[in-house]
């Protein structure tokens, strides 16, 4: 134990320090995001600080999986795999751009691929198998744009990836998986570190290679304890709650209402929430109280009356639903 502490208090430092030298070379390089009217920020700041902790938890998978004899291949080929190539997708659209074609196919390539951790869940072949790992494919796929969408202010996605990393961590603690459940921890450690940098005022953002590698990640993570019955898709759909109703409300929202969906915004819930305050800080506060007190609990209650599990699902999901309706979520800012 005292050596995973130690390993935890190591990443953390790392995480920051690295993310302190990616500040000072996006300033010298000009790799800056420019604050315009979409966006949620004031100030040109560097964007490619979710390098520091790509580069660290990727090293903490490829570890575990030499550690780990029996899975190891599983743990490179369906986890890290997809987590890398999608981290470089967003290394290039931050330094270059993509087309949403490319993005989405590549993104759904690394979804297919992430679908090796549901091997037992897909042991037999057939049509409703097929279709099943089409719809998770495209779930995955939403994942990881979901978290891009949902990174605008500053705190945001970094404390969302803690909470939920963490949260994974608790259901493979009481499952039986310690070594699991000390991993999941290590892989926060860079992200806090990160954080330090991130919180408002931010002085530097993760940009498109930090939050869609940690979608990808969550995603993977995700899989792999589902199959292994630490956790059930509806506790993982609760502990998402907060970002899935607000990505998924404001999308659908401004499809239906006929708006050209595709273009930068500001009408997610969190954003239009930030003005209202007047602080990124105190969203991200509310979203991570959110989490902790309403989600988690429910989360595990979901998971132990699977009976129940959809009904409670709902429940943990209404209120969200709510207030993305109350706030006006998704609505145009000329409205």
């Not at 490179?76 to 290394?91: D, E, K, M, N, W």
Request: proline share 2%; aromatic share 12%; hydrophobic share 55%.
């Amino acid at each position: 134990m005292g050596l995973i502490i130690a390993l935890f208090f190591i990443l953390c430092i790392a995480g920051y320090f690295i993310t302190r030298a990616l500040i000072s070379y996006a300033h010298k390089k000009q790799l800056l995001d420019v604050a315009n009217h979409r966006s949620s920020h004031t100030q040109a700041t560097p964007r490619i600080g979710g390098l520091s902790f790509v580069v660290l938890i990727s090293l903490l998978v490829f570890t575990y999986a030499l550690l780990n004899n029996k899975i190891s291949t599983n743990i490179l080929l369906f986890i890290l795999l997809p987590i890398v190539l999608v981290a470089l997708t967003g290394l290039v659209d931050d330094l270059k751009g993509l087309s949403q074609a490319a993005r989405f196919i590549i993104y759904f390539f690394c979804s297919v691929v992430a679908l090796g951790n549901l091997q037992s869940f897909f042991s037999q072949a057939s049509w409703l198998i097929v279709l099943e790992g089409l719809l998770l494919s495209l779930s995955l796929s939403w994942l990881i744009n979901l978290f891009n969408f949902m990174d605008g202010i500053d705190g945001i996605a970094a404390s969302e990836s803690i909470f939920v990393l963490a949260a994974l961590a608790f259901f493979s603690y009481q499952g039986g998986e310690i070594n699991l459940s000390y991993f999941l921890l290590l892989c926060t450690a860079p992200v806090i570190g990160f954080l330090a940098l991130n919180w408002q005022p931010a002085k530097i953002f993760m940009g498109d290679i930090g939050s869609t590698f940690l979608g990808c990640l969550i995603g993977c993570l995700c899989l792999y304890a589902i199959n292994t019955k630490l956790i059930s898709i509806c506790s993982v759909i609760i502990l998402l709650g907060c970002f899935i109703v607000d990505a998924s409300w404001t999308l659908a929202y401004r499809i239906l209402s006929g708006q050209k969906w595709y273009l930068a915004h500001r009408s997610h819930h969190y954003q239009i929430l930030s003005r209202k305050l007047g602080s990124h800080q105190k969203v991200s506060l509310r979203y991570s109280l959110v989490n902790l007190v309403w989600l988690l609990p429910l989360a595990l209650t979901a998971f132990h009356y699977k009976e129940y599990a959809l009904l409670i699902t709902t429940i943990s999901l209404l209120p969200l639903i709510w207030r993305c309706f109350i706030i006006g979520a998704g609505k145009s800012e000329q409205n």
